[in-house]
């Protein structure tokens, strides 16, 4: 569209006090002959959002830059529809952090408004990308607890709902308990599970299509529009979902794998699965013999918290254990209970739970188990290290040992592939790379795998920090013990939250719109293949797995997988991908509208790329506690560090910027990153540019990586401060006046 441009800026909030209004605009009028150039003491007011609209209707003003405050607040008020909107941030990152009308302060503001002018000349209104034939319906995978939830919940909300699961009947783990721990007060009673009364209501259900003794053959396509075929008793079923509720649960972990704890090799220990069907069949007797039990012990975390078996906690075994200790003193009061623990994890009103078993009798010692032997009439007898007597000790004979075992994830059972891209020659990148594990659950037809990304336990992954329940595959959301080891109560609301996760996604993917974290983003990647090499990085870096490839290795695009992070953008190094408002040529043009002094004038210029995510609002929390904050630097906020591109370096540098400090989320296992894996990439392309400072005859100390979160932001100052004291070692950017 042909633009007609406005700058508005603001002069309340300290911004009139501190800078040379004038001066700014005439930076817009002057610099950039923009047309509409406007100032106000309260532009979020309604007079101010008055004069904007005014212009809009009556001028034709259809790009308007608004300097004021940070683009993290009053985006609701300064939302027109059908107008280009660019925020340049003078109140938090300028007049807040920066002397008042000091000569620096006033360049850096000029410069900023100078970069928002650019941006707004070049980017165009997003376009959502409309799908055909979206679905409304959920597809729930698992009829455990978690699964049978989710599938009414969904139901409850209005959305048609498909539950697989691989049985011949619903229920799952849950539907082998003969008693839960108490939910309702005095929390110390055991109670039924109302598990039979939930089945019947989702078999009854006419939203729910239930299918049993089932297995997901192929999931093909993207939220929305995710195919599905289901293999059912030697036939084929195909149902369109538009998105997808992971619900697998776990399984406990082999005992067989505990040697010195003698599962397998004496027959009188058993696991905490094994006592549960005795409890709820019968009674407890010893599998010897057959004979009722006078004596048990309980081994806890059996293989968890172990570096040689599940270093977690699996959540549920303590309480788990305690309520198998009433089962034991039900049915015998007389029976001698002893626990061995590591920390007993009871948390809330489990305490109370454990303060009854206390009065029951159990006897408790904490400390490790480190054998266990066979005397006779099969009886055992445990050795352990009884931390709080500062002594080994040795039971007397016990007729059964219970091993509270942990949980391990089904997605986590299978074989490990990893996906790698490949150089043009052919040789393997060493690119950060997913690990996903062939687990027959989801069978996915992603380029990127057949399963989704797993945490390095084997958990569904998610984003635990700020995203709960995504997946690295959009539109599939994890919920149970599949994502986390979690109890009962716990397995519940995280059910409904997952479902709640599954239709936001469908509703907002049939706008055309993102999901977290860009949730109202309607822009979505666009290729230029007539210059694509099919060198395959944007499809293997892409966190999300949301580009395929055809038998060429040309990128398939699936833009309701996309998060809109642009990864894609920075991992392509013929640059062919871009967004309508998001572009290397778009952040390019901000970089190059610096001003960068001559070299006598001793004013450095640093110029930070900050993660909208966690970078950026902690430079903003900066300014609002008004910490001092180096003149020197310009701030290009970005969707995510992975949407970095190289060039944008190269350009930076040759323009004469002496210094690049990229400000990130956290990676790792315990990751921030918004977007799972941009900072790592990131760090990963920033480990290969020294080739590129070489050949510009540049030093490498002049660009820097460093990983913050949001609330560094009382640390972020001293970090920018100790950057512009290397850059006063090395010296000027030679490049300063070419």
Known sequence: MEKKMGIYVCTGCDIGESLDIDALLKVASGEYKVPVCKSHPFLCGAEGVELIKNDIAGEGVNAIVIAACSQRVNYDVFNFENVIVERVNLREQVVWCHPANDEDTQMLAEDSLRMGIVKAQQVSLPEPFQAENLSKTVLVVGGGLAGITAALEAARAGYKTVLVEKEASLGGWAAGLKKVVGLRPPYTELEDLDLAEKIKEVEGNPQITVYKSAQIEKIAGAPGMFDVQIRQNGSTASERVGAIVLATGAVAYDAGRLDSLGFGKYTNVVTGEMLEKMAANGGIKRPSDGKPVESVAFILCAGSRDKSHLPYCSAICCTESLKQALYVKEQNPKAQVYIFYKDLRAPGTYELLYQRVQKEGAIFFRGEVYGIGEVADNQLVIAAEDVLAGEGIKTEPIDLVVLATGMVPTTAIGEKLVIKAEDEKGAQEEAPADEIIRSNILNLEYRQGPEVPTLKYGFADSHFICFPYETRRTGIYAAGSVRSPMDIPTTIKDAAGAVLKAIQCIELTAQGS????????????????????????????????????????????????????????????????????????????????????????????????????????????????????????????????????LVWIADALSKGIDGILLLGCKHGDDYQCHFIKGSELANYRLSKISETLNRLALESDRVRMVQVDIMDYDVIPGIIEDFVKRLEEVGPNPYKGF
């Open 514 to 645: 993102a999901v977290h974290p860009r949730v109202w983003d309607l822009s979505f990647p666009e290729f230029f293949m007539q210059r694509c090499t099919q060198c395959k990085r944007c499809t293997v870096e892409c966190p999300f797995g949301a580009i395929n490839e055809d038998e060429k290795f040309n990128p398939l695009p699936n833009p309701t997988r996309c998060r809109r992070c642009g990864v894609c953008m920075g991992a392509c190094p013929e640059r062919i991908i871009s967004f309508k408002n998001y572009s290397v040529p778009i952040i390019g043009s901000m970089l190059k509208a610096i001003e960068v002094p001559e070299e006598d004038e001793e004013k450095p210029r640093i110029l930070i790329f900050a993660c909208e995510n966690d970078a950026y609002p902690a430079l903003d929390m900066a300014g609002i506690n008004r910490l001092p904050i180096s003149p020197w630097v310009r701030i290009i906020p970005v969707r995510c560090l992975g949407s970095m591109n």
